[in-house]
């Protein structure tokens, strides 16, 4: 299957960068996907998978949470601040962190359910109006209050502009990382994630190219 090859071509990139394999996780991004290719790529073996809406999450993971061990389910879409608390319960990861206010949102709710998952930092290294995203030159400061939350930051995540070369964007995230001490960076999409492992990305988001073209409506 897909995944198969997605699999190969990740060790194989892996590889090429000089990085040791296993190096780089891949994180199916099962949106809009119907059933049963879902439940294919489970049935192979593969565990780690993104959502980028919780409603949709809600409605189709905890059912297959019951049927497969060992799944991992990432956030990998804006957050409201009055999903979170749902989020929270049903991600292992919430890579869009983008903004103060819902850091100190997702303080207090850890607070109260005793909890968090792991946490990523998006950054809009585009600097695009329309995305979601802490700007590149705000980054440093809304990680600083993460960690002053005592929030579980444990990287930095972005969705480069679709009409430039990702790679520079890919560079920036990572020094963006380097410079804050993070070790996670998801970055890299079905058509760039070769070029994302090459920049250092410990995760790589593929969604069409694991499961075929999304089918909307
Ligand atoms: C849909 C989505 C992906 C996967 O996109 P493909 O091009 O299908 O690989 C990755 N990251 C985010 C944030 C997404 O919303």
């Given at each position: 299957?897909?995944?198969?090859?997605?699999?190969?071509?990740?060790?194989?990139?892996?590889?090429?960068?000089?990085?040791?394999?296993?190096?780089?996780?891949?994180?199916?991004?099962s949106?809009?996907q119907p059933l049963d290719r879902i439940e294919a790529v489970?049935?192979?073996?593969?565990?780690?998978?993104?959502?980028?809406?919780?409603?949709?999450?809600?409605?189709?993971?905890?059912?297959?949470?019951?049927?497969?061990?060992?799944?991992?389910?990432?956030?990998?879409?804006?957050?409201?601040?009055?999903?979170?608390?749902?989020?929270?319960?049903?991600?292992?990861?919430?890579?869009?962190?983008?903004?103060?206010?819902?850091?100190?949102?997702?303080?207090?709710?850890?607070?109260?359910?005793?909890?968090?998952?792991?946490?990523?930092?998006?950054?809009?290294?585009?600097?695009?109006?329309?995305?979601?995203?802490?700007?590149?030159?705000?980054?440093?400061?809304?990680?600083?209050?993460?960690?002053?939350?005592?929030?579980?930051?444990?990287?930095?995540?972005?969705?480069?502009?679709?009409?430039?070369?990702?790679?520079?964007?890919?560079?920036?995230?990572?020094?963006?990382?380097?410079?804050?001490?993070?070790?996670?960076?998801?970055?890299?999409?079905?058509?760039?994630?070769?070029?994302?492992?090459?920049?250092?990305?410990?995760?790589?988001?593929?969604?069409?190219?694991v499961f075929g073209?999304?089918?909307?409506?």
């Amino acid at each position: 299957m897909a995944l198969d090859d997605i699999v190969a071509r990740i060790r194989a990139a892996e590889a090429k960068a000089g990085r040791p394999t296993g190096a780089v996780r891949l994180v199916a991004v099962s949106k809009v996907q119907p059933l049963d290719r879902i439940e294919a790529v489970l049935a192979a073996g593969h565990r780690l998978f993104g959502e980028n809406k919780v409603q949709e999450a809600a409605g189709k993971w905890p059912a297959l949470r019951d049927r497969f061990d060992g799944v991992e389910l990432h956030l990998v879409g804006p957050l409201q601040t009055n999903k979170a608390r749902q989020a929270m319960q049903l991600f292992d990861c919430i890579e869009t962190v983008d903004r103060p206010k819902l850091a100190r949102t997702l303080a207090r709710l850890s607070d109260e359910l005793g909890t968090c998952p792991r946490l990523m930092v998006q950054v809009n290294t585009g600097e695009e109006p329309q995305k979601a995203g802490v700007l590149p030159g705000d980054a440093d400061a809304l990680i600083a209050e993460c960690r002053t939350l005592g929030l579980p930051v444990v990287g930095l995540m972005c969705l480069p502009p679709a009409d430039e070369e990702p790679s520079l964007h890919f560079a920036l995230l990572a020094k963006i990382a380097a410079r804050n001490g993070l070790d996670e960076l998801s970055m890299g999409m079905s058509a760039d994630f070769e070029r994302a492992i090459a920049q250092g990305a410990t995760y790589v988001r593929v969604g069409s190219a694991v499961f075929g073209e999304r089918v909307y409506g």
